[in-house]
Nanobody, 115 residues
Framework: QVQLVESGGGLVQAGGSLRLSCAAS????????MTWYRQAPGKQRELVAS???????NYADSVKGRFTISRDNAKNTVYLQMNSLKPDDTAVYSC?????????WGQGTQVTVSS
């Protein structure tokens, strides 16, 4: 059974930091590309950051220079370090694992940034 479990969300003031984690089980984690998405109320889901199996990273323009995605294959976990948070970063953040036709999502974790 495949599970992706996000953690680390919460309430933070603007300018603060949070680190999200997504722990995977039931998959060979190291071969999967991992991606963080977010969805704010009334808005479409958007890609935040991705990291390939070879640790190549990609970021949305809105988070470049503020967020960092990383992975620890020994712990089957992908992280999203979020610094200099803004109220516009408020959303439910979800992780996604993709390899070939296999595609799995976590349930998400709420991040709220107060002004």
């Amino acid at each position: 059974q495949v599970q992706l479990v996000e953690s680390g969300g919460g309430l933070v003031q603007a300018g603060g930091s949070l680190r999200l984690s997504c722990a995977a089980s039931g998959i060979t984690f190291s071969i999967y590309a991992m991606t963080w998405y977010r969805q704010a109320p009334g808005k479409q889901r958007e890609l935040v950051a991705s990291i390939s199996s070879g640790s190549r990273t990609n970021y949305a323009d809105s988070v470049k220079g503020r967020f960092t995605i990383s992975r620890d294959n020994a712990k089957n976990t992908v992280y999203l370090q979020m610094n200099s948070l803004k109220p516009d970063d408020t959303a439910v953040y979800s992780c996604r694992a993709i390899f070939a036709h296999r595609d799995y999502w976590g349930q998400g974790t709420q991040v709220t940034v107060s002004s």
